[in-house]
C-alpha cells in the first residue's frame, strides 16, 4: 500500500531554512506527479509546488517561487522540499501527496496523502 511519510518541520525564525523530506513507498515512484501542500487551521489547504517524478518538471505557487525548491532522489524514492528566506506567513502543517496516474500534474487529483510536519517561522 502506499505510504508517505513526511519529516524536517520545526521551528525556524524569519529568514531561515528549512528542508523538508517525503519517504514514498508501496508503489513505482518515478511514473506519478507528487507535491507538497500546506494548510492553516481555518484556511483552505494551498498547493505550494508539485514535480513529476518521471521528468523532473516542476510547478511553483507564487506565493513562494524563488524562496522554495522541490526535487526528489530516486535512488531513495524520497521528495524533498527546500525552504529558504522563510517569512512567518509560511507557518502552516505541510503534507506530501502522490496525485494519480499521469504527468500533467495541474490536471490530477491528489490522492495520497502523509500525516504532515509543522512548520513554525518566527518573526
Known amino acids: 500500500q502506499v505510504q508517505l511519510v513526511e519529516s524536517g518541520g520545526g521551528s525556524v525564525q524569519a529568514g531561515g531554512s528549512l528542508r523538508l523530506s517525503c519517504a514514498a513507498s508501496?508503489?513505482?515512484?518515478?511514473?506519478?506527479?507528487m507535491g507538497w501542500f500546506r494548510q492553516i487551521p481555518g484556511k483552505e489547504r494551498e498547493k505550494v509546488a508539485t514535480i513529476y517524478i518521471g521528468s523532473g518538471s516542476t510547478w511553483y505557487a507564487d506565493s513562494v517561487k524563488g524562496r522554495f525548491a522541490i526535487s526528489q532522489d530516486n535512488a531513495k524514492n524520497t521528495l524533498y522540499l527546500q525552504m529558504n528566506n522563510l517569512t512567518p506567513e509560511d507557518t502552516a502543517m505541510y503534507y506530501c501527496a502522490r496525485a494519480s496516474f499521469g504527468s500533467y500534474c495541474a490536471a490530477l487529483r491528489f490522492t495520497y496523502w502523509g500525516q504532515g510536519t509543522q512548520v513554525t517561522v518566527s518573526s
Open positions: 508501496g508503489y513505482t515512484y518515478r511514473y506519478y506527479c
